[in-house]
């Protein structure tokens, strides 16, 4: 007999693991061990002979980041789950030259994102912060902040067309919107399937009111909308952030809000954050910004913990994940039967 199944937690994100989950684990057998790894030595030590690596977010393990030297010291690894939709703190390219399926869960929070996207998209154009603010200091001035925007009949750009825009397209739907998407990777019955038109990244721009961004955080996205695409964009747009802060070039969006070449955005994401308390973009009355809280919910951490606990069980029954980053990944498994077999 072969060592048993092993799925080592090394990443808490400040979470406590509920009790069904080691429950779960043991009634197939499978060994569960929990250790927030700060460094690659404790990494080595807790997951040096785990079949599954589960980072659950990102705040403290490996200080936010796994790098692809880590991966050396996992020879036993197969799979690495990470819960939640942004995989910027996995070596995904690393770990596809290798054979590592990288797994994450990202219906865990499409409903919580998708709402919330729309939000700061309402809390922009109908100007509700600033109004709020403006009431709670004693001003009661409709002109004030009044609102310059509607929603009926204007076009959505939504960059990056996964579970989370294709999500946000469908709610808006009695709006009576324009969809334009952008989006390399998805096939072209999704786009036609939810009524939006594929098209290139400038003609998204030029056309849009409203321009939403739902793209992972790689090589290739990040600083994606930068002072180019903003010169592209209409004057009376709102740009809105829910993805990760450096899809966006920070600076240009400064420069483009002052100088009015765009009206407006709407922010869950920043470059740093917390943010540095003297960043411009604070000051903003056309600007919403919320502390990456678009993700959460109620729902949240009970679908969070069932979903990767499934990914888990699924990987360790031979299965594909529900949703894998590298699709185009060679496992170090054979995935196509019903038990885990290595090769």
């Known amino acids: ?42 990494l080595a030590e807790w997951a040096g002979d785990a079949d599954v690596v589960w980072v659950f977010g990102s705040n403290r393990c490996l200080h936010g980041q796994m790098s692809p030297e880590d991966l050396s010291d996992l020879p036993r690894c197969g799979a690495i789950i990470r819960t939640g939709s942004g995989t910027d703190n996995v070596p995904v390219a690393a770990a596809t030259r290798i054979g590592i399926v990288v797994a994450n869960t990202p219906d865990g929070l499409n409903d919580a994102v998708s709402d919330h996207a729309i939000g700061l998209l309402f809390g922009v154009m109908r100007q ?8 709670r200091s004693h001003k009661w001035d409709r002109y004030n902040g009044f609102p310059r925007f509607h929603l009926r009949g204007q076009t959505l750009g939504l960059v990056g067309f996964g579970r989370i825009a294709q999500t946000v397209a469908r709610k808006l739907s009695g ?32 056309r849009s009111d409203f321009v939403s961004l739902h793209c992972p ?18 004057r009376e747009s709102i740009v809105i952030n829910t993805a990760r802060g450096p899809v966006i070039d920070e600076a ?15 922010l869950d994401v920043l470059d740093l954050e917390p943010p540095d308390w003297s960043n411009p973009l604070l000051t903003m009355d056309n600007v919403v910004i919320t502390p990456h809280i678009s993700g959460y919910s109620d729902e949240y951490l009970p679908n969070s913990w069932r979903l990767s606990v499934e990914t888990a069980i699924d990987l360790w029954s031979g299965k594909w994940p529900r949703s894998c980053v590298n699709p185009e990944v060679k496992p170090r498994w054979n995935l196509e039967k019903q038990s885990a077999i290595r090769t």
């Open 1 to 42: 007999m072969g060592n048993p199944f092993k799925v080592a937690l090394v990443g808490l994100d400040n979470q406590t693991v509920p009790d069904w989950v080691p429950t779960q684990f043991a009634e197939k057998g499978i060994h569960f061990v929990v250790h927030e790894c700060e460094n690659a030595r404790e």
């Open 128 to 135: 509700i912060a600033l109004q709020d603010r403006n009431v």
């Open 175 to 206: 709006f009576q919107l324009t969809y334009l998407a952008h989006d390399p990777f998805v096939a072209p019955e999704v786009f036609h399937r939810n009524s939006a038109q594929s098209v290139s990244l400038d003609e998204l721009l030029e």
């Open 217 to 234: 955080l790689t090589p290739k996205t990040r600083h994606l909308i930068s002072s180019g695409q903003f010169q592209k964009m209409k």
């Open 252 to 266: 240009a969006l400064i420069v483009a809000l002052k100088s009015g070449q765009i009206a407006g955005a709407g």
